[in-house]
């Protein structure tokens, strides 16, 4: 017998758009690779300037008003605008979809 995943498919369409994304996909790597759970929107922009190109000021832009915004709306991340802080809360759905693309 088959197991069924009890994910909806509009969930999962919503979890695979947030992976889509490398900046995403660098976020939630940088929380899986650090031992605090909290980090400024600097450290997270350094990181992604790092792993990918791009200036620091469109980059702290993207966190601010599409990254961040975005995996706090599926619970992976709290985001505070006015500390410029952001507290990773950990998603196991997406941690173990991205260890699947990982693999690819």
């Known amino acids: 017998m088959e197991q069924q995943n ?3 498919p509009e969930k999962k369409d919503e979890l695979l758009t947030i992976l889509a994304n490398h900046h995403r996909r660098i976020v939630l790597n940088y929380f899986q690779n ?3 759970d909290v980090a400024s929107v600097q450290d997270l ?6 792993q ?9 832009l993207q966190l601010h008003h599409l990254t961040l915004p975005q995996l706090a ?6 985001y505070d ?4 802080t952001v507290r990773y ?3 196991s759905t997406l941690e ?4 699947s693309i990982a693999n690819l």
């Open 89 to 91: 809360q950990g998603h």
């Open 34 to 36: 650090v031992s605090d």
């Open 73 to 78: 709306d599926v619970g992976a991340i709290e």
């Open 52 to 60: 990918d190109t791009g200036e620091e000021e469109q980059v702290t």
């Open 81 to 84: 605008q006015r500390s410029n």
């Open 96 to 99: 173990m979809m991205m260890g």
């Open 45 to 50: 922009a350094e990181e992604i300037i790092e």
């Open 6 to 8: 009890s994910l909806h």
